[in-house]
């Protein structure tokens, strides 16, 4: 692990771009050229075999700003290497079928994000992979599992759209124990708020389209990891084809730029946010890490320096309260997506849960009146002053 010398937020807004910015230009160049030429065969050899740096052909060779990217990604984790992709559920599958073969056993917990829950539902074991997944907060549980044998460790803290919090530090030590891979997705936290590879995980995934992005114009993902780790998936990456586009790239590295920022923001309010709706009377219950009576609040201040910018609620009268809440909402949006500027709320039916059928969601523990909130970045007093209007 590199130790990095600035501090996070410097890093937000510098780290990686330096070697990609011809003649100190302010901005990373967004490169369309997939392939360049090359003037002989033996340079354009050297490139070919990994001998020398260079480009050759975008699905292989990635451009200056997915580069710049990946190497801000690396520094804000405290990685050695990154490697981004065209989604988070690309970094995701990519490093699930990088990573294992037939036979191979994985151990997770129940509440991943849907498209996750998909892949070790019925993706992995179509591959002859398998998966038990355990009660997401009961670390024994995940004892007993690993000690069946566990090659890959999958993490996910804090849950969409429950907010559980793992021990990752507990877990990830575990998980090396039993001789697994430790993965985590890190999306929900980001770096500023949690780095899990300092508590022991080996690869941290994101969805780039949320908190690093920003701004819910871009999609990508990434990994990052150790070198020999995040080679395997660039490899990976190079033949199944899954690679960020360069505009989107472009994105995510000025999104992140403001990353430390925003999520200053993001915690206030949604911390603000989480403490109004608790005491409103049509709300049954509020989870957020931030609140002291959330069941892990102590774990989640141990091992994050903020709680994030994503809650949700149960509304007392169910999903017959949702339905009348949500179109009364004026400055609140109601989109399948979180970790923008902008605050969101959704349905975990056609938000993080709508690959599952609702005798699935129900199985999962999700309760049928939650909304999911992603608070952003405006002021929370008319966040609040919405709210109340609706829940009126
Ligand atoms: C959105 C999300 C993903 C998937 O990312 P995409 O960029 O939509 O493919 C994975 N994990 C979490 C926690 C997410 O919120």
Redesign the pocket.
């Known amino acids: 692990m590199t130790r990095p010398t600035l501090h996070p937020d410097t890093l937000a807004v510098r780290a990686g771009e330096d070697p990609f910015r011809p003649h100190d230009a302010l901005a990373v160049p967004v490169e369309f050229a997939i392939a360049h030429g090359y003037p002989d065969v033996a340079s354009w050899e050297q490139v070919a075999r990994g001998d020398a740096p260079g480009p050759l052909y975008s699905r292989n060779t990635a451009q200056p700003a997915t580069l710049a990217l990946e190497a801000r990604l690396a520094a804000l984790e405290g990685a050695e290497a990154a490697v981004a992709f065209s ?3 690309a970094a ?1 599958s990519s490093t699930l079928m990088a990573l294992l073969r037939p036979g191979a056993r994985v151990v997770a917990g129940k509440d991943t ?1 849907g ?2 829950h998909y892949l070790f539902q019925h993706t992995l074991p179509h591959w002859g992979v398998q998966v038990t997944l355990c009660d997401t907060t009961d670390a024994g549980a995940f004892a007993a599992a690993m000690a069946q044998g566990c090659d890959l460790l999958y993490l ?1 803290s804090p849950t ?1 759209p429950m907010l559980k919090v793992q021990d990752i530090h507990r877990l990830a030590a575990a998980g090396h124990a039993a001789g697994a891979w430790v993965v985590i ?1 890190n ?2 936290a980001t770096p500023v708020n949690q780095q899990p590879l300092a508590l022991g995980a080996d690869l941290v995934l994101h ?1 780039a ?2 908190f690093l992005g920003g701004h819910a114009d871009a ?1 990508g ?1 990434i990994a990052c990891g150790s070198r020999a780790l995040t080679d395997q998936l660039r490899h990976y990456r190079e033949i199944h084809g899954a690679c960020l586009d360069p505009m989107s790239a472009f994105l995510i590295l000025r999104g992140i730029k403001t990353l430390a920022l925003r999520m200053r923001q993001h915690n206030a309010n949604a911390l603000a946010l989480a403490q109004w709706l608790q005491a409103h009377p049509a709300v049954a219950r509020v989870n957020y890490p931030g609140l002291p009576d959330h069941p892990q609040h102590a774990l989640a201040a141990s091992q994050m320096q903020g709680f994030g910018g994503v809650l949700s609620f149960e509304l007392a009268g169910g999903f017959a309260a949702v339905q009348a809440m949500l179109p009364r909402c004026q400055l609140l949006i109601r989109a399948a997506t ?1 970790g923008s500027v902008d605050t969101l709320l959704g349905i975990p039916s056609t938000t993080s849960h709508v690959e599952c059928s609702e005798a699935e969601r129900v199985a999962l523990g999700i309760p049928g009146g939650l909304v999911r909130c992603s608070v952003g970045i405006e002021d929370v007093r008319d966040l609040i002053a919405d709210l109340a209007q609706a829940l009126a």
Do not use: A, P, R
């Open positions: 989604s988070g559920m995701i994000y498209g996750s996910e969409n997705d999306t929900f969805s389209t949320k999609m993902g979180l």
